[in-house]
């Protein structure tokens, strides 16, 4: 019993079941009464609603439904009806696809809304010739997708925390392997390099924020414009719990090489690895009461760990040796940083007790509620489609791009007179990207899974020729589809192939589609190449400079929220939220970007280890930022305010000139202009200054000891010299 639950918990099982269910609702009844020819357009009907379907509360999922039912008649009646005129068919191809993309400006419902009512128009063309009723197709079509959508929302009234579960779930899994990267830094030898630790726990960090976010988003949908309240509550204070752990982990106290250096004949770097390992498996073991909707029950393995560790760092320090005082002292920080990791871990079957800090003991400190970005009403939504009607806009260079293609692609299949050639339609709109790396991830992927289902398929239809068994092997075949699209595509193109054959051969043209599939998926990728690389291409490279630009941008917002809050105390609330998820977002988005650019052609690619460089000192100064926060508490001492005042104000201007050089290029930073007494103040503080102080004015000076790498960098990629660093920090 237990193990049933654990698999009907499981995210990718539980959508399987529901893709089964509906796939047997459709093929049961239409093979009972010998309706075998409805059977395609029906499950194709289930597809396209499954692959527009998006999360929301109930009210919210009435109404996607009725506007993905008002765009998937639209698309489906005006093939119907412009298809026996091929000049006007083109036009309303273009124009639809066009302002179909162009929806998703609005928002990802949106989104994907526009992409099911472009698939639900080309499946309308792949059967068109096979009934007399023009009406007859489209109302299959419509009657599938309302089949599944049916399933869906008694699913949502059943279960209708699922999602933020197992959204919730989720981030605390990143958390863990989060965890994991950072500990192997703590790894005592010496001459360590963390550039390579780095640029890994980079991705990782990118991994975690997308699970926030994504997890963000199910909780939004359940709100109120941003106000969260009944059910959903208790899972908002644990999102709220696991951005603070987030904050803390993704925190750095000290060079990481420099503390391999100072303890490399102890076990205390040791002893901090074996903490965070453990803490990695409490999140591991939260994320599995999540998803299966348990009770976690803290069992404090971890406080062993933690008083081991602390009795090291303690017979550390009553060795008195004057070379560990300093580096000592950021270890304690460290330390005080991963009790506090713990604290939150033990909260998490009470999140309500992590609101009450010792720095606030009331919610007057902290605002509970969501930035909320969704546009609301309709002046908001053509405000955001107006905002991206111009060739800068990534989504309209998309929208303009599908739009030649698909129709290039109508007037190949006219040209060549391909009966069954909207395939390369078909093809082309799954494979055709926003960007390069993208595409050419999908070409591959497809072509392959699209061989290999043909391979397997014209065995399995000589095999196995009874009706029967082939609409199990269709069944099946779909389900299977649904369950790799997000993590295997070529897996789940295979499987899609597969459905197509057993689809056709109940229309008694299974083995005729063999040839044609795979060429028109041939002529697809083809097309989607070459659109993303003639037409209004967007590579990585060129705009490379402007993503590392934001990324500055977004940490100096981050520390300017950090600094306001020593002089009024810590307050979670919205701006500073805000401030901190955009930094790490924009983190996320650099290492996304430079990862595309490196699947570009060798002409396009500019600066790699300059590049990588970079994003290993901007994630290094997100850290270091990070600890700031994590420690943030109000101090009242004026004189001790001036001095942070005085290097936030340096450090900010040093910030704005690089983002602004980074932005528009425009000449070399003078590398002279930085303060060097500014950086002696940084680098020393007196004895009796309390522990917080010290912590401060380390950090600043950490992020100020990086300015001029990154201003040798900037002046760099202004000149766009392919010069390799060969220092690494």
Known sequence: MQQLRHYWSDKTVNYCIRILIALLGVVLPCWYYGYTTEITSLILGIIAAALAETDDNFMGRIRALILTFICFAIASFSIEILFPYPPLFAIGLFTSTFGFIMLGAIGPRYASIAFGSLLIAIYTMLGYHLYDNILYQPALLLAGAAWYYLL?????????????????????????????????????????????????????????????????????????????????????????????????????????????????????????????????????????????????????????????????????????????????????????????????????????????????????????????????????????????????????????????????????????????????????????QPNFSATRQKLTARVIGTIAGLLVGVPLLTLFPSQESQLVFLVISGTLFFAFRMNNYGSATAFITLLVLFCFNQLGEGYAVILPRLADT???????????????????????????????????????????????????????????????????????????????????????????????LNHAMLSYISALGAHRKRIDDKETHRLILEAHKGIHESLEQLEQQLYYQNGDINLDTFNSELDKKLSEWREGDEEAVRLILQQLHLIYRMLPEMYSLANKFSVRLPTTVASVD
């Open 152 to 432: 869906s929302m008694l699913w949502q009234i059943f279960w209708p925390m699922q999602p933020v579960q197992q959204g919730l779930a989720n981030v605390f899994e990143e958390l863990a392997n989060y965890l994991e990267a950072k500990s192997s830094l703590f790894h005592p030898i010496s001459g360590l390099t963390p550039q390579p630790y780095r640029i890994l726990e980079s991705k990782l960090n990118s991994t975690t924020v997308n699970a926030l976010n994504q997890a963000k988003s199910t909780l939004l949908s359940r709100s109120k414009r941003g106000h969260v309240d009944g059910p959903s509550d208790r899972y908002l204070q644990l999102y709220f719990l696991a951005q603070d752990i987030h904050e803390r982990i993704s925190s750095t106290h000290y060079r990481y090489q420099d503390l391999a250096e100072h303890f490399s004949r102890s076990d205390v770097l040791f002893r901090f690895k074996h903490l965070m390992l453990t803490q990695a498996n409490a999140c591991r073991d939260i994320s599995e009461a999540l998803e299966s909707g348990k009770q976690y029950k803290y069992d404090g393995d971890s406080i062993l760990a933690l008083d081991e560790l602390q009795a090291s760092m303690q017979y550390l320090k009553d060795q008195n040796k004057p070379e560990w005082r300093y580096p000592l002292s950021q270890l304690f920080y460290l330390f005080n940083n991963m009790v506090t990791v713990e604290k939150q871990l033990s909260n998490v079957s009470n999140p309500d007790a992590s609101k009450f800090t010792p720095e606030n003991t009331s919610d007057e400190a902290n605002d509970y509620s969501l930035h909320d970005t969704t546009a609301h009403t309709p002046k908001v939504m053509w405000q955001r489609i107006r905002n991206n009607l111009h060739r800068d806009s990534m989504l309209f260079r998309h929208a303009l791009r599908m739009s030649i293609v698909l129709t290039v692609g109508y007037g190949v299949i006219q040209g060549l007179g391909l009966e069954r050639g909207y395939w390369i339609m078909l093809t082309s709109l799954f494979v055709c």
């Open 522 to 616: 041939l002529i697809g990728c083809g097309l989607a190449v070459f659109a993303v690389r003639y037409i209004l291409p967007d590579w990585e490279a060129k705009k490379l400079h402007r993503v590392m630009s934001e990324a500055i941008q977004a940490n100096k917002n981050y520390l300017g929220q950090i600094i306001a809050q020593y002089r009024v105390g810590k307050r979670d609330d919205v701006n500073y939220r805000l401030a901190r998820r955009t930094a790490h977002t924009m983190d996320s988005t650099l290492s996304t970007t430079i990862s595309n650019m490196l699947a570009e052609p060798d002409k396009y690619k500019k600066a790699i280890d300059e590049s990588f460089r970079f994003l290993t």
